[in-house]
């Protein structure tokens, strides 16, 4: 979110909730900053963030790979944690997505949760809530890392997007110091230094094209069918999706010109102008030791708002179906909206985590061009996947579902994602677009 824009939607705390802690630092050492003892609001059925300062001060006045943000950590207690979204702010509008609707639906808690770039319990959308241990956050916690100015006021922002349950954060803290977050490998391939970048062909010329994959261990792992009779979710089979780019150059995105907002470490705040945008293609071409580009139209961005979102999506990003073999012929039973997403690099695929195994291959910083490619925020003016990097929704995020047919008879089906389903995007492989998997309905027959 830019931070003019904020200034005016969000709902300030109360001096009396909250209590401030702050030391001063020097570069040496690691130092910790932090808020304590807020009580949070339930949701208030409108666009709300509840915003908690985290005052740093004392701190060298550059970030980079040398010094920077090393980790947070968040204490907070709350009945049904899958409500929350929960995003860090840096003085200068720089925001990400610490934990973003995790928890399934009667998770408790967060409990002395670390977040770092590389967590060794994994990331924290496929943990189990208290989420006590040292996770893999929503967001690139590396992007706070931006070369920008550290002191000044945080924030941790807050959004409960489900009525029924408010919390108490007891403590949250960011530590800074010489060992900061970054994307191992990032500084080999980047557009101020097209030498470094790789082509795969003798000649060293070619066109950096995205290529476009689900990642099968998200949703392997992480949907839930509801009974046709359920009170809040009738007849929904949630599903998580993550769309990864493994091919050589970024999957670039904007308008024709650009129209609004901070370009694009925070979301574009908007929501006056409910126009469609027609969208554009940005492709990247190496010859030798230079970079060119052109664009292509492709689809359409909007402004979505939605609770949990209040940013621009991409237009019918993905398709999901369930499909059923009878007679050998396939059928589809039910299929669903074609989802919109905001496209941003919300994870980089790393080869120690089960999420980077693809198509029978283990993607991670091996990868040709690995991270080419900034997208941290839901830009009007550019957005995209970085090279091994991917878009992640949760199965608790809105449209992340298929309305199951009223009677459908329970038993083995086929579930399929497929991302750019009206091809309008230029890729280096279309043929891998679709994922799909066996799925056991048991819930629909009355």
């Known amino acids: 979110m830019n931070s003019k824009a904020i200034k005016s939607r969000l709902i300030k705390l109360p001096a009396l909730f909250f209590v401030l802690i702050f030391c001063n630092a020097t570069a040496a050492n690691a130092q910790t900053y932090f808020a304590k003892n807020v009580q949070l609001y339930d949701n208030q059925n409108r666009f709300f963030v509840q915003e908690i300062p985290i005052q740093v001060s004392g701190l060298p006045t550059k970030t980079d790979t040398g010094f920077g943000i090393e980790n947070i950590q968040l204490t907070l207690h709350h009945n049904r944690v899958s409500d929350l979204k929960i995003q860090l702010q840096s003085p200068d ?111 060293n010329s070619c066109e950096l094209l995205p290529d476009l994959v689900i990642v099968p261990q998200f949703s392997k792992t992480q949907y839930e069918e509801f009974a046709w009779n359920d009170a809040a979710y009738p007849g929904e089979l949630k599903i998580s999706v993550a769309i990864a780019n493994i091919g ?75 499909v059923q073999q009878v007679k050998g012929k396939r059928v589809i039973v039910c299929k669903g909206q074609k989802v919109s997403y905001c496209l941003f690099t919300t994870g980089m695929l790393y080869e120690k985590d089960s999420s980077s195994y693809i198509n029978k291959k283990i993607y991670g910083r091996n990868m040709p061009n690995y991270a080419l490619g900034e997208y941290y925020a839901c830009s009007l003016a550019k957005q995209g996947i970085s090279v091994g990097g991917y878009d992640y929704y949760g199965m608790m995020y809105e449209g992340q579902f298929l309305q199951l047919p009223k009677g459908l008879k329970n038993g083995e089906y086929i579930l399929e994602i497929e991302v750019d389903p009206e091809h309008k995007y230029k890729e280096s492989d279309e043929s891998n677009n679709i994922f799909s998997m066996k799925i056991n309905i048991q819930k629909q027959e009355e």
Request: proline share 5%.
């Open 248 to 322: 050589l150059g970024p999957l670039e995105v904007g308008p024709e010109t650009t129209l609004t907002g901070d370009c694009c470490t925070a979301d574009t705040i908007q929501n006056k102008d409910e126009r469609r945008y027609a969208l554009f293609q940005k492709i990247y071409s190496k010859t030798g030791n230079s970079f060119s580009e052109r664009k292509i139209k492709t689809g359409t961005i909007y402004f979505d708002s939605k609770p949990g979102h209040n940013h621009y999506h991409v237009d019918d990003w993905i398709e999901m179906r369930l």
């Open 93 to 203: 509008g720089s925001t990400i997505w610490v934990t973003n609707r995790n928890g399934g639906l009667e998770g408790k808690n967060y409990m002395h949760t670390t977040f770092q770039q590389y967590g060794k319990n994994g990331l924290v959308n496929k943990a189990k809530p208290p989420f006590t241990g040292n996770y893999t956050p929503d967001g690139e916690l590396s992007s706070l890392n931006n070369g920008g100015n550290p002191n000044g006021q945080w924030k941790l922002l807050i959004e409960d997007l489900k009525e029924g349950e408010s919390g108490f954060l007891d403590s949250v803290s960011i530590t800074f110091g010489n060992k900061p977050a970054f994307i191992r490998q990032r500084q080999y391939c980047n557009f101020s230094q097209p030498e470094l970048c790789s082509c795969n062909t003798n000649n």
